[in-house]
């Protein structure tokens, strides 16, 4: 039942939130630790330039039940935990249940490195999205060697405890033209896999995020295919279709008034019905736009960083990002992505879905 109640809880935001208009955070990312046990080549925690008082920052258990209770009673309905690696927290279990208990869907995000030690702390947890960059050494150039054979392990290890697990994957220059052996891999093991494009907006610096636009759009253009074979890919077609018709360079956003001939953008949620909260008390509108470009609840409260969020949010209007696209047109009632968005969140209680 506790399952059955998060999914329809997500519903009633969305529809709630839509009937009231205004701003609401439906979706929390919460950053619990900014510690991890990997540096992965892209993340931001690899970034010399955040201080480092803000990247070993930990939120206690009492903190995050304080930030929980505070968000849930301004609308917040689903939950994602990050760090860092969030199953480093030494108090996860306590956090996860805590979560769960008040009919919020929780997901969360990890390398997978530790899924096996804290098995009984993931059971709570309605998703768990477990990081992979590609097959072999493809992902441990970039996450660390040993990190895939350790991920796979993880994610066998959840699904026999009966956790719903699922891949997440970043997509990179070595990532790019071999997703099809991803798809067949989470197909192999029984689970879906996510897509992330690399968070930058301007030029990246690393090699293995230089992505050209016609490189993106073959790309795309072969996830459709993937996904009309029946490969267990969890973006809607209506969100891919969105990003290979992208106007404008990948790595830049629209902004609010920019229009075009043959493009609607979807207007993007972040600061809207969107959040993320970084470990040191730092509110931002997503990490495209600057992991500490936001006010801090220790300044403001919760509720006051929240109102104040939106003035640190510049004149974007959406960006090439396939997760933000995907949930804005979620939160927007989107039907194309609402059916998928069910297949891919009731399949276990609704065996036809």
């Known amino acids: 039942m506790g399952e059955k109640k998060a999914y329809f809880n997500i519903l009633g935001g969305i529809l709630e939130q839509k009937l009231k208009g205004g701003r609401a955070p439906l979706y929390l ?15 931001f925690s690899v970034n010399d330039s955040i201080p480092s008082k803000i990247m070993n920052a930990v939120f206690t258990k009492e903190k995050i039940f304080e930030i929980i209770d505070e968000f849930h009673a301004m609308g ?43 098995l009984d702390d993931l059971k709570p947890v309605h998703a768990l999205a477990v990081s992979l960059d590609g097959i072999g050494e493809d992902n441990d150039r970039v996450r660390g060697v040993g990190s895939y054979e350790a991920a796979l392990t993880g994610i066998r290890e959840a699904l026999a405890a009966g956790i719903n697990c699922r891949i997440h994957s970043v997509l990179t220059r070595h990532t790019l033209h071999k997703f099809r052996e ?47 074979e029946g490969l267990p890919i969890a973006n809607s077609i209506a969100a891919i279709q969105k990003c290979l018709d992208w106007p404008v360079d ?7 008034d920019e229009t075009f001939d043959t493009y609607k953008p979807e207007f993007c949620i972040c600061g809207h019905q ?39 949010r510049p004149d974007c209007y959406s960006c090439a990002s396939l997760s933000f696209i995907e949930a804005s047109m979620l939160a927007h009632m989107r039907f194309e992505t609402m059916f998928s968005g069910i297949k891919f969140h009731f399949k276990q209680i609704l065996p036809w879905a």
């Open 274 to 312: 969107y959040v993320a909260l970084g470990a040191g008390g730092n509110m931002y509108n997503c990490i495209n736009l600057g992991y500490t470009n936001g006010p801090n609840i220790y300044e403001h409260g919760v509720r006051g960083a929240w109102e104040k969020l939106i003035d640190y």
């Open 29 to 43: 990312e919460l950053f619990i630790t900014g510690k991890c046990n990997l540096r992965c080549e892209y993340c």
């Open 182 to 228: 991803m798809a067949e891999l989470a197909q192999s093991l029984g689970v879906v896999v996510s897509l992330s494009p690399p968070n930058f907006l301007g030029e990246p610096e690393s090699d293995d995020f230089r992505i050209s636009a016609e490189e993106y759009k073959q790309f795309y253009r072969e996830l459709l295919v993937m996904k009309a």
């Open 76 to 118: 917040t309905r689903i939950v994602s935990l990050l760090g860092g690696e969030p199953l480093l927290h030494k108090d996860l279990g306590e956090i996860t249940r805590y979560i769960s208990d008040k009919g919020m869907y929780l997901n969360i995000f990890t390398n997978g490195m530790m899924v096996g030690k804290r």
């Open 250 to 256: 990948y790595h830049r956003y629209i902004a609010n």
